[in-house]
């Protein structure tokens, strides 16, 4: 299976933007179908966003869509959620998870999660 470190969170207020990177090693990444997933205290983990294997096709949650945007490079083995116009509601710790063989929204298909970053948006 693959390893996952999320690093980039932090404090922001409403409006502005974080980056989280995800570092991959163990396996070969490209194998790999990536997803970014969050979870607020109190509530289920909800899915974010997903990529496929060579980066050419993205999807997500309807609540991010037009101010998230997800990424990888598969040269430096890295998928990144780039975040922008940040909501008080987009409070949560964030998590990156691999799937093989399934591009999907669903947690229980991602077998490798990373161990989450915090992302936290006062208002």
């Known amino acids: 299976q693959v390893q996952l470190v999320e690093s980039g969170g932090g404090l922001v207020q409403a409006g502005g933007s974080l980056r989280l990177s995800c570092a991959a090693s163990?396996?070969?990444?490209?194998?790999?179908?990536m997803g970014w997933f969050r979870q607020a205290p109190g509530k289920e983990r909800e899915f974010v966003a997903v990529?496929?294997?060579?980066?050419?096709?993205?999807y997500y949650v309807e609540s991010v869509k037009g101010r998230f945007t997800i990424s990888r490079d598969n040269v430096k083995n890295m998928v990144y959620l780039q975040m922008n116009s940040l909501k008080p509601e987009d409070t949560a710790v964030y998590y990156c998870a691999a799937s093989t063989g399934y591009y999907t929204s669903t947690p229980t298909y991602y077998k490798s999660w990373g161990q989450g970053t915090q992302v936290t948006v006062s208002s």
């Open positions: 990529i496929n294997w060579r980066g050419t096709i993205t």
């Open positions: 163990g396996r070969t990444f490209s194998n790999y179908v």
